[in-house]
């Protein structure tokens, strides 16, 4: 019985000085395997930055395609592109704005006419038609506030969302 107290008492001290070890030792493999991580970061120069500008602005092109001319042409037709998806997607939801609000009118319109002759079950079913008609212009004049915000941001010229070009 003695015997099997020091096994135990024993058993327990190794096994405090594996953790004091592992715990100790923890510390400097997580160092090493930091190391070995950092040597394949990429380095840049200053002629990477030179060559490719500022990556966050996507107009930018080589500096070789500038020189030769090439970059104007692609420029422009980048400027194009974006000046007519503005432009489309803006005629698009104001285009819907307008058919909201001319529906709006005339279902107003038919509601009252329905109220004056007291047909109540269609001045009812023009109300519904009504709410809905209401609720989906507000969410079309919500997306074109959206999309002028955006433009906005983007630094797009007010021009491009009335398709009014230079």
Known sequence: MY????NDHSMENAMKIIR????????????????????????????????YGNTADSSSYPAADMKSGRGKDRRQLRERNEQEYWCANASKIRKRVETGKKSVK??????????????????????????????????????LNDLEGRAHRKGVPPGWLRCQFE
């Open 3 to 6: 015997e099997d107290r020091n």
């Open 20 to 51: 004091l070890l592992l715990l100790s030792l923890f510390p400097l493999l997580s160092a090493v395997s930091g190391l070995a991580a950092e040597e394949n970061v990429p380095a840049y120069t200053n002629r990477d930055i030179e060559r």
């Open 106 to 143: 005339e279902l107003e319109d038919g509601a009252e006419a329905a109220k004056r002759s007291g047909d109540n079950q269609k001045e009812q079913k023009l109300k519904i038609k009504l709410k809905k008609t209401k609720d989906r212009l507000m969410s079309d004049e919500k997306e």
